[in-house]
């Protein structure tokens, strides 16, 4: 799992860490306190530091990134930042292709597998799912309510940055309250439960908060809240060898393959086996590099502790400057937040690797019988998901091109429709 997934988990962080940043720009924040008001469904003005602002509470932000009901036509605020955002890695910009697809759903917990995840059932559709242990500090037990969105990470389906957790106790009166809700709201007649649930996805939140200590349900959050902002610190030392001595031995650090001359270290995080900083030992200096203020902060004390005697700070840092490191403000766009990057993805998405091909592009897959079936299945998935786009009246995209150019039909094989 850690040479698969690890790395899917750290983009993952990565890309929530850009969010953050985002959120706080500006013309972001300014729409801030409505959304507050709807989402803790209070009349009071937003006060931070009472836990919910935006920078205080992920389940907030999240939801303000993906699901807040701005005007028809806008997008969600994610979708504006896909849109603008630049110099992504190849597995950010799959993790933010599948967070603009994905719905937040209530599931319930029908099989636990010990340390390897849980199965999840959706209560609306039925459909299940393998969750891995990525994302779940605590696994819930058989018959919970799990409220979140389901992400991919490398092999695994993960939560996203946000998770509710309900005893199973609560499951009927959920769905009543729900139910209530949609048939109080008068909806159009060709409006299913599901797409009204999808533009209201803060009732499950007003629920929790209603039966929060009743029916001692829980929050989670499975990422940290750390704004992207990426700096290094340089130290001067003079006997190198006793330095590289020094790191080899620490267990906090891994050797990593570097450039001729230099050596190269991550900082792992105990807890998470995640990458929080880089080392580089060069010359006769230590640099010390890494994504957000926190982490350099942490990393400098734990090398001046390590490394006590050894190495003096060079009296030079940098870090990044702007509002939001790597949005473009300039970048042309046209049509509703969110399609440009629809389109580049899947104009480009042919070629990319995927892990749910086995870390082999569309095409290659192609080449076989079973190989072509797999992608069908896959373009199907990406139909629908667009499909349910499109009805709650957000940017969505035509699969029809890279079907084109990998010659599949448009009508996939039965074996990939699912039940009828």
């Not at 001595?245 to 393959?257: I, K, M, N, T, V």
């Not at 926190?294 to 090398?303: H, I, N, R, V, Y």
């Not at 502790?305 to 870090?319: D, H």
């Not at 509002?323 to 993805?345: L, N, Q, T, V």
């Amino acid at each position: 799992m850690a040479t698969c997934c690890l790395p899917w988990e750290e983009a993952l962080q990565r890309l929530f860490s850009r969010l953050v940043a985002f959120a706080a720009t500006p013309r972001i924040r300014q729409h801030e306190a409505g959304a507050a008001a709807i989402f803790w469904k209070t009349q009071r003005p937003l006060q931070p530091g009472t836990g919910q602002a935006a920078s205080e509470s992920l389940r907030f932000l999240e939801w303000y990134l993906h699901d807040y009901p701005r005007d028809r036509g806008h997008g969600p605020v994610i979708a504006e930042f896909a849109d603008t955002v630049m110099a992504l890695s190849m597995q950010e910009e799959a993790l933010l292709f599948a967070s603009l697809l994905a719905p937040v759903r209530a599931y319930e917990v029908t099989e636990i597998w010990a340390l390897r995840g849980v199965v999840a059932k959706d209560l609306l559709t039925g459909e299940e799912h393998a969750v891995g242990p990525l994302g779940l500090p605590q696994l819930p037990i058989r018959s919970d309510v799990v409220i979140c969105r389901l992400l991919p990470v490398g092999r695994l389906v993960r939560p996203g940055a946000g998770v509710l957790v309900l005893p199973g106790a609560g499951r009927e009166e959920m769905l009543a309250y729900l139910r209530t809700a949609y048939r109080l709201s008068r909806p159009l007649r060709h409006v299913s439960l599901e797409d009204f649930l999808d533009n209201a996805v803060h009732l499950y939140h007003h629920f929790f908060l209603l039966r929060e200590r009743e029916l001692r349900g829980r929050a989670l959050e499975t990422l940290w809240r750390a704004p992207f902002e990426p700096g290094e610190a340089v130290y001067l030392g003079t006997d190198l060898p006793r330095i590289q001595a020094g790191l080899d031995r620490l267990p906090e650090l891994e050797r990593q393959s570097g450039t001729p001359g230099e050596a190269c270290y991550v900082w792992l995080d105990p807890d998470r086996a995640l990458a929080r900083a880089t080392i580089r030992l060069r010359s006769s200096e230590v640099v010390v590099g890494a994504e957000t203020r926190g982490d350099l902060s942490d990393a400098k004390t734990f090398l001046e502790t390590c490394l006590r005697g050894l190495i003096q700070p060079a009296g030079k840092s940098s870090g990044a400057d702007g509002d939001h490191p790597g949005i473009e403000a300039s970048r042309p766009r046209s049509g509703a937040p969110g399609a440009a990057f629809f389109a580049r993805m899947l104009d480009g998405w042919p070629e990319v690797p995927s892990p749910r091909l086995d870390d082999r592009t569309p095409r290659e897959m192609c080449r076989t019988r079973s190989g072509r079936e797999r992608v069908a299945g896959l373009l199907l998935e990406l139909e629908r998901g667009f499909a349910r786009l499109k009805r709650l009246g957000r940017a969505s995209a035509d699969v029809g091109i890279p079907r084109e150019r990998l010659r599949l039909p448009a009508t996939p094989p039965a074996s990939c429709r699912g039940p009828s």
